[in-house]
């Protein structure tokens, strides 16, 4: 039986007491740029128990009282410990579906993932792997949150690769069997969320599907969403051996996170690249520059680019990768040039946004196709991680919300 993602203590409120709406808040990471949805989010949770009094938005990182707002967290975390809000379910696992905005459902599963078998590291061979770049300069405000903190809440999400749907799909089966713990809309466009008990036998038929699934794989979980996050837990726990080298950490509870855990080939799960634009550059030098490294020529090959440059576009193929995908190729050879000649470079999602953009002097943009699902542990596994930027998963309104907790003190 698979060990690195088991049943955990799961906290959550008694629902006929608390409302679960004003609950469940979105991820720290969203609209970074945006202070008014979060105004808005203060306003619907104000006054009643809510996980938005448990998280620091990341548009306030760097704000002058930080300091003053992860204390109070702190506080709140205890308060709700202390007032008897939250109930502990033992060695649970819950089974949610999430229907997102679209309405498409997504499923998944609420477990605790064991950070010895997880490497953010690039080259790293762990079981549990980052699916892009850690930036580590990420990470020390993130500890500044979790140290002290009694509580962790989840808006990680990790991803299998389950093409037949053996693990999680052994859970939508067996709904029927489980015990509902809640269901709400969720605010501000994120649609609706449904959470159920997973029992024994349920359980126990999703570790045995998992199980199989996971045999003999050297890569068995790669993150979706939230990779700096599980990254902090990481350098928290890390921290706290270093700094406590006498004592035996195998059971405690900064060894393990609490994630989603989810299918890679759920229909919920979109992945969209995101394209490249590079201005204030000599663009025909630049191009002739990937030309030459990469090979780019009209002969059809695995890796098309698109070149963009005066609204008008041509597709070009590249002949000499040094990645498994496009985006990875052409990022290496725009990070070269970048560190040796004048320019700079954005990451696009919209196709018509590039083609606006290149209509300006100097500049030139890059299509690159969307990666197939099926590529991305084969890619991780080859390439180590996938250059920033790769794909886009979803909408903002779709990541993750907040709802299970679980003590880490």
């Known amino acids: 039986m698979q060990t690195i993602f088991t049943a955990a203590d799961i906290l959550l409120p008694d629902f006929t007491e608390t409302n679960a709406y004003q609950w469940s808040v979105i991820a720290c990471d969203q609209f970074t740029g945006e202070p008014a949805y979060w105004e808005k989010t203060a306003e619907l949770t104000k006054g009643a128990p809510s996980t938005g009094n448990l998280i620091l938005p990341e548009v306030y990182l760097e704000e002058a009282d930080v300091a003053e707002r992860i204390a109070a967290i702190q506080s709140k975390m205890q308060q709700y410990l202390a007032d ?4 502990t379910y033992e060695n649970a696992m819950v089974y949610v579906e999430r229907v997102q905005g679209n309405g498409i459902l997504r499923a998944g599963v609420i477990g605790k993932l064991d950070l010895e078998a997880y490497d953010y590291s690039k080259g790293s061979v762990s ?20 140290e002290g903190a009694a509580l962790e809440l989840p808006h990680i999400m990790v991803l299998i690769d389950d093409p037949m749907d053996t693990a999680i799909g052994s859970c939508t089966a067996a709904k029927a069997e489980m015990h509902q713990l809640y269901s709400t809309e969720l605010m501000q466009g994120g649609g609706s969320i449904d959470g159920y008990l997973m029992g024994e036998a349920e359980q126990a038929a999703f570790q045995n599907a998992l199980t199989a699934l996971l045999d003999g794989k050297t890569l068995q ?32 509870p900064a060894r393990y996170a609490l994630v989603e855990v989810v299918n890679l080939h759920s229909d919920a799960l979109q992945f969209e690249a995101i394209h490249r634009f590079v201005e204030q550059t000599d663009t025909a030098a630049l191009l002739a520059e990937l030309t030459q490294v990469l090979g780019l020529s009209e002969e059809v090959s695995d890796q098309p680019v698109t070149i963009v440059e005066q609204g008008k576009s041509r597709t070009l193929y590249i002949h000499k990768p040094t990645s498994n995908l496009a985006v990875g190729s052409l990022q290496n050879a725009l990070d070269a040039w970048l560190a040796a000649h004048d320019g700079k470079i954005d990451y696009i999602h919209g196709i018509d946004t590039v083609e606006r953009l290149t209509a300006k002097p100097d500049s030139i943009g ?3 196709p ?9 890619s991780v596994e080859k390439d180590g991680v996938l250059p920033r930027k790769t794909f886009s998963m979803g909408h903002a309104e779709d990541k993750r919300y907040y709802m299970e907790c679980r003590a880490i003190s």
């Open 84 to 87: 008897g809000i939250l109930k």
């Open 127 to 146: 079981p549990v792997r980052a699916t892009e770049a850690t930036v580590l300069e990420r990470i020390p405000p993130r500890m500044r949150v979790r």
């Open 221 to 252: 979980f790669a993150m979706g969403d939230g990779n700096h996050s599980l990254a902090t837990a990481k350098a928290c726990y890390e921290a706290l051996k270093q700094a406590h080298p006498e004592e035996d950490f195998s059971n405690h």
């Open 366 to 368: 890059f299509l690159l």
């Open 370 to 378: 969307d990666m197939h699902k099926s590529l991305l542990f084969p």
